[in-house]
């Protein structure tokens, strides 16, 4: 077996230890914003539209639909914090892609992929317009995102791409002894301050007369025409309703084995010097990520600090979401030990956060969409790590099954069809695990899939960085 560029130049020991010994376990990019406290539900309400969740899904969702109908009432019940979860704590890249690349979409939906794509583009430009008119705060840049080959092998997979770069050309873009070559998609991708999105879609939404309630958990829906729903302290009439959980246990029975939680870990530098920087070069501040099945990606934030994240992507039994599984020492190590590897120049920088959070992992690596109750309940979920633009776009397809309009978002196939269920336990567990272990060795031989992963093709699970 050959071992990966990591575990061919590991980083000392002592340089770990040391850029890890003041890191606290906290979420930068929540400490980095001021949010808004918003009052708890109370009492019982009416309203026309009831979203639950108030991450970028059921938020993109509140403002699109006072875009549409300025009169419809609309009310969002979050169970914790706005943003506090995924919304919060993702990487911050914001890409056109709504099927979590485009090698994904195209090995599921190939005649309808110009199509997806020119959908795509079209969200993220709007998405971009809607920035600029609200005067949201949100760090947006679009720089694109760099993938780069760091086994001789990956090479090959860039060669043919738009935008390829050659090992100088990709050197002169970022300096790292680890990249062979790399392939720059210039204005696909917009780098965020993800906390901040999650906060000022809360605002945009507040100001088109949105109301908002945090701490008010969801207990249950029910009703056959109007619907109820219910929390600890209060309930909601509607008309209608939107649920945004993303990878919390879904309020409908039908979507419990569509996705499963899978914990992504991240690492957050101190800012860089002049001369850190300098050292590594990166102006362009394009999102970085590489193309191993255990990928990294990382990029700048405003202050010039580096996010680290990604490789070890853990389930745990049962498909539990706990805070505990938060802090996995081994991972941030493994994570710090990786970043030294990638930037040896860097050597003596310190990590000031180390955070975690559950993906909302489906079967085909990307989103899907439905209805309940007659049409009087849409969902949208699924999005595998890569929802901070398609949510947007997603907020539009459940507002359109809602009323009930065929649109050339909801009738294309990715939005018209279902992923693969998972296995219930023990079988979704060993399931995960035997994946994880076959993506590793692919990883060790020169990316190629074994007869299980290629059998998951087969029947359409798609495990496919």
Not at 353 to 375: L, M, N, P, V
Request: charged share 20%; aromatic share 10%; net charge negative.
């Amino acid at each position: 077996m050959v071992a990966t560029v990591f575990e061919r130049n590991p980083t000392a020991e002592s340089v770990v230890r040391h850029s890890l010994a003041t890191t606290k376990q906290s979420v930068f990019w929540l400490d980095d914003v001021q949010r808004p406290q918003y009052e708890t539900l109370r009492g019982n309400h009416t309203t026309d539209l009831v979203i639950v969740g108030g991450g970028y899904a059921g938020l993109w969702s509140a403002v699109r639909a006072k875009e549409r109908e300025p009169q419809r009432r609309v009310i969002v019940l979050e169970a914790s914090r706005i943003g506090w979860a995924a919304s919060g704590r993702n990487g911050g890249f914001c890409e056109a892609s709504l099927t979590h690349g485009y090698d994904n979409g195209m090995s599921r939906w190939p005649d309808e992929m110009p199509e997806l794509v020119r959908l795509g583009v079209q969200n993220l430009d709007e998405m971009q317009n809607t920035v600029a008119r609200y005067d949201m705060a949100v760090d947006w840049e679009r720089t694109g995102s760099l993938n780069v080959a760091i086994e001789p092998h990956q090479v090959e997979w860039l060669a043919e791409e738009e935008g390829f770069l050659d090992r100088d050309a990709v050197q002169a873009q970022v300096a790292s002894p680890t990249y062979l070559a790399g392939a720059w998609d210039r204005d696909g991708v917009a780098m965020i301050h993800p906390a901040k999105m999650a906060v000022e879609l809360a605002r945009v939404a507040t100001d088109l007369g949105v109301q908002i309630f945090e701490h008010s958990l969801v207990k249950s829906i029910s009703g056959t025409g109007t619907q109820t729903v219910t929390t600890a302290d209060g309930s909601v009439e509607a008309q209608q309703v939107i649920l945004a959980t993303n990878a919390f246990p879904s309020l409908l029975k039908r979507n419990r084995l569509m996705t499963v939680p899978v914990y992504d870990y991240v690492l957050m530098t101190e800012p860089l010097t002049t001369e850190q920087l300098a050292a590594i070069g990166w102006s362009n501040r394009q999102g970085l990520s590489d193309l191993a099945n255990q990928f990294h990606y990382y990029r700048l934030s405003a202050d010039n600090r580096i996010l680290f994240g990604g490789y070890d992507a853990i389930y745990h039994f049962g498909g539990k979401i706990r805070a505990e599984y938060e802090n996995r020492p081994e991972t941030f190590a493994k994570l710090a030990s990786h970043f030294f590897t990638t930037f040896p120049q860097l050597e003596g920088l310190q990590f000031t956060h180390k955070w975690a959070g559950a993906i909302d992992s489906s079967s085909r690596f990307c989103a899907f969409f439905g209805t309940a109750r007659q049409g009087r309940i849409a969902y949208a979920t699924g999005f595998t790590g890569l929802g901070v633009g398609a949510t947007r776009f997603a907020a539009d397809v459940m507002l359109d099954k809602l009323a009930g309009d065929k649109t050339e978002r909801t009738e294309n196939a990715m939005v018209r069809t279902k992923p693969v269920p998972f296995p219930p336990e023990p079988a979704a567990a060993m399931g995960v695990n035997l994946v994880r272990a076959a993506m590793n060795q692919a990883d060790h031989n020169q990316g190629k899939r074994n007869l299980f992963l290629k059998a998951l093709d087969a029947v359409g699970m798609g495990f496919d960085s």
